[in-house]
T-cell receptor, first 113, second 108 residues
Framework: EAQVTQNPRYLITVTGKKLTVTCSQN?????MSWYRQDPGLGLRQIYYSMNVEVTDKGDVPEGYKVSRKEKRNFPLILESPSPNQTSLYFC????????????FGPGTRLTVL | GQSLEQPSEVTAVEGAIVQINCTYQ??????LSWYQQHDGGAPTFLSY????GLEETGRFSSFLSRSDSYGYLLLQELQMKDSASYFC?????????FGKGTTLSVSS
């Protein structure tokens, strides 16, 4: 089944404790991206990658890191999480580098205390 | 930079037709996309318009006017399951910018 998977789905952590949210797609897609979703603010792009070893900042990259060492994986790293990073996070992928038709993962609900 | 405006809420009854508008400001334009998101779920892709005109997919249609920097999503024969949030999105270089979303409530 074609899909985007994210792990974990739910995470409660404390300020400053490094964490990684994994994202994997099995569709051989070029484009991958991370978003955060907060009430009233819609979806805001954190980072995107148009191909392996190519990453770029989206709208709200501060406090996040990403890497794209393999085509299928695009982990999101929070080196020192803070409470303002409490949010719902989505990973997405797209067949083309244009990224218009994006397939979203199920989401990761992160709470930073 | 890019910005998109869409209404925050729309209400309608079953069987009706509803139009969700999206106006955008862009430095370059590569097309307008629409996504649907049910409460607690992941967004799902609905449509993409790169050229002016109407694209129809079943009960849903999407329209684009590049000269007016405007598009809309048209939902016909509304059903209760269409109650969801709808987002328009445009590209800014390689980044994808989403509107804040329109919450559609369908009542019986």
């Amino acid at each position: 089944e074609a899909q985007v998977t994210q792990n974990p789905r739910y995470l409660i952590t404390v300020t400053g404790k490094k964490l990684t949210v994994t994202c994997s797609q099995n569709m051989n897609h070029e484009y991958m991206s991370w978003y955060r979703q907060d009430p009233g603010l819609g979806l805001r792009q954190i980072y995107y990658s148009m191909n392996v070893e190519v990453t770029d900042k989206g709208d709200v990259p501060e406090g996040y890191k990403v890497s794209r060492k393999e085509k299928r994986n695009f982990p999101l790293i929070l080196e020192s999480p803070s409470p303002n990073q409490t949010s719902l996070y989505f990973c997405a992928s797209s067949r083309t580098s244009g990224g218009f038709e994006q397939f979203f993962g199920p989401g990761t609900r992160l709470t930073v205390l | 930079g890019q910005s998109l405006e869409q209404p925050s809420e729309v209400t309608a009854v079953e069987g009706a037709i509803v139009q969700i508008n999206c106006t955008y400001q862009t430095s370059g334009f590569y097309g307008l996309s629409w996504y649907q998101q049910h409460d607690g779920g992941a967004p799902t892709f609905l449509s993409y318009n790169a050229l002016d005109g109407l694209e129809e997919t079943g009960r849903f249609s999407s329209f684009l006017s590049r000269s007016d920097s405007y598009g809309y999503l048209l939902l016909q024969e509304l059903q209760m399951k269409d109650s969801a949030s709808y987002f328009c999105a445009v590209r800014d270089g390689g980044a994808l910018i989403f509107g804040k979303g329109t919450t559609l409530s369908v009542s019986s």
